[in-house]
Antibody
Framework: EVQLVQSGAEVKKPGESLKISCKTS????????IGWVRQMPGKGLEWMGI????????RYSPSFRGQVTISADKSSATAYLQWSRLKSSDTAVYYC????????????????WGQGTLVTVSS | DIRLTQSPTSLSASVGDRVTITCRAS??????LNWYQQKPGKAPVLLIY???TSQSGAPSRFSGSGSGTDFTLTISSLQPEDFATYYC?????????FGQGTKLDIK
């Protein structure tokens, strides 16, 4: 069974750094792109970017490039999303999700999702 | 970026109704359009991919169609568990983008 289990909720102050995780199991981690999706309070879904764990190739949405860093660790089958300096506008639920079709970057879909990590940034 | 516009943005319907949600792309995305259902406090769930292919486990009352710029998600007979928010997503080109969502609630 494919599983994506995300790290727990975080409460941070503006300017602090943060790294959240998405631990996967039940499939070949290196063969499927994993993406991150933001959902601000009461709002819709926003595609942030994807990573191919096989070679750590990353594609960012222009809206998020330079604001976050996406990475992956093959040894632990875990993907990460990190911020170096959080802002209050980063308050949101962040989901990781797996591409359903192996290898393909485009023409794909998210077939398995993590449970979401709530990040609250407040002074 | 490719913009996806869903209509309606909200919809009230009754159990047993047939419901159609539309997603229009700002340019052709061939058939690279996916549909998700999201319930409050939960992660989205994939229903349909590549415009019309049903995800394993998705109820058969959900179907998708369309190509180019115009796509539809149809629920043939609404069930109580279908009241949720629905999102389309294009995967034709990165960055992938989502529609703004359609909230389906009980009339």
């Amino acid at each position: 069974e494919v599983q994506l289990v995300q790290s727990g909720a975080e409460v941070k102050k503006p300017g602090e750094s943060l790294k959240i995780s998405c631990k996967t199991s039940g499939y070949s981690f290196t063969n499927h792109w994993i993406g991150w999706v933001r959902q601000m309070p009461g709002k819709g879904l926003e595609w942030m970017g994807i990573i191919y764990p096989g070679d750590s190739d990353v594609r960012y949405s222009p809206s998020f490039r330079g604001q976050v860093t996406i990475s992956a660790d093959k040894s632990s089958a875990t993907a990460y999303l990190q911020w170096s300096r959080l802002k209050s506008s980063d308050t949101a639920v962040y989901y990781c999700a797996r591409h359903g079709r192996m290898v393909a970057q485009e023409g794909n879909w998210f077939d398995s999702w993590g449970q979401g990590t709530l990040v609250t940034v407040s002074s | 970026d490719i913009r996806l516009t869903q209509s309606p943005t909200s919809l009230s319907a009754s159990v047993g109704d047939r419901v159609t949600i539309t997603c229009r792309a700002s340019e052709s995305i061939l058939r690279y359009l996916n549909w998700y259902q999201q319930k409050p406090g939960k992660a989205p769930v994939l229903l349909i991919y590549s415009s019309s292919t049903s995800q394993s486990g998705a109820p058969s009352r959900f179907s998708g169609s369309g190509s180019g710029t115009d796509f539809t998600l149809t629920i043939s007979s609404l069930q109580p568990e279908d009241f949720a928010t629905y999102y389309c997503q294009q995967s034709y080109i990165n960055p992938s983008t989502f529609g703004q969502g359609t909230k389906l609630d009980i009339k």
